[in-house]
């Protein structure tokens, strides 16, 4: 048994949205993000949880980096849409839908427009909705800080990558632990 704003990675999902080119060297902590980023993507694998990625508007701002595109499964797909909310784009919303997942783990950029956005329609929608904090940014860390107290405020669960790590795996006897304890180390 466990709490209910515990991640069960039998019920999560990740959504990460728009980590473009045209971003790379721009958020705050830009290094730093890509880097809790690219932990979430390898531990979600492993452990098999599923993946959303969206691009906004990829003919003028690029592709996702390919550091992190690199690290999808075989066949990831990517939904570009032109919604700031990923929840206003049909394909995004039939695509969660099919998962049949209830907590939602969003990262990527920026936090105060696209993120912020898709957070408080997930939550309208009654899903829950993890945020890790290393794992979202924006152009202005004024930007970050006011869209953070109002997603946490509107009832996003405040997170880090290491935390979601380790309540998807639950247990040092997981046959996967050992493998994710290098992972977010």
């Known amino acids: 048994m466990s709490h209910s704003r515990v991640l069960d990675r039998a019920q999560s999902a990740v959504v990460m949205i728009d980590v473009q080119e045209a971003y790379r060297g721009v958020p ?28 906004q508007y990829p003919k003028g701002l690029g592709h996702t980096l ?30 969660l839908d099919a998962l049949h997942r209830r907590q939602i783990v969003v990262c990527g950029l920026e936090t105060h427009a696209c993120i912020n956005q898709t957070v408080h329609d997930l939550i309208d929608q009654g899903y829950q909705v993890h945020l890790p904090r290393d794992a979202v940014s924006s152009r202005f860390e004024r930007d970050v800080s006011v869209a953070w107290e109002k997603m946490v405020g509107s009832g996003a669960i405040p997170t880090s990558v290491e935390m979601i790590a380790l309540e998807w795996i639950r247990t040092a006897a997981a046959p996967e632990f050992k493998a994710v304890q290098k992972l977010i180390k």
Not at 31 to 49: H, T
Not at 66 to 91: H, M, N, R, W
């Open 28 to 55: 705050v902590g830009h290094d730093g993000v890509v880097q809790a980023l690219s932990r979430l993507l390898q531990v979600s694998r492993l452990l098999q949880v599923p993946l959303l990625v969206t691009e």
């Open 66 to 95: 390919p550091e992190l595109a690199a690290l999808f499964a075989p066949g990831q797909t990517i939904v570009e849409k032109s919604s700031l909310s990923c929840c206003g784009d049909g394909a995004f919303a039939a695509a």
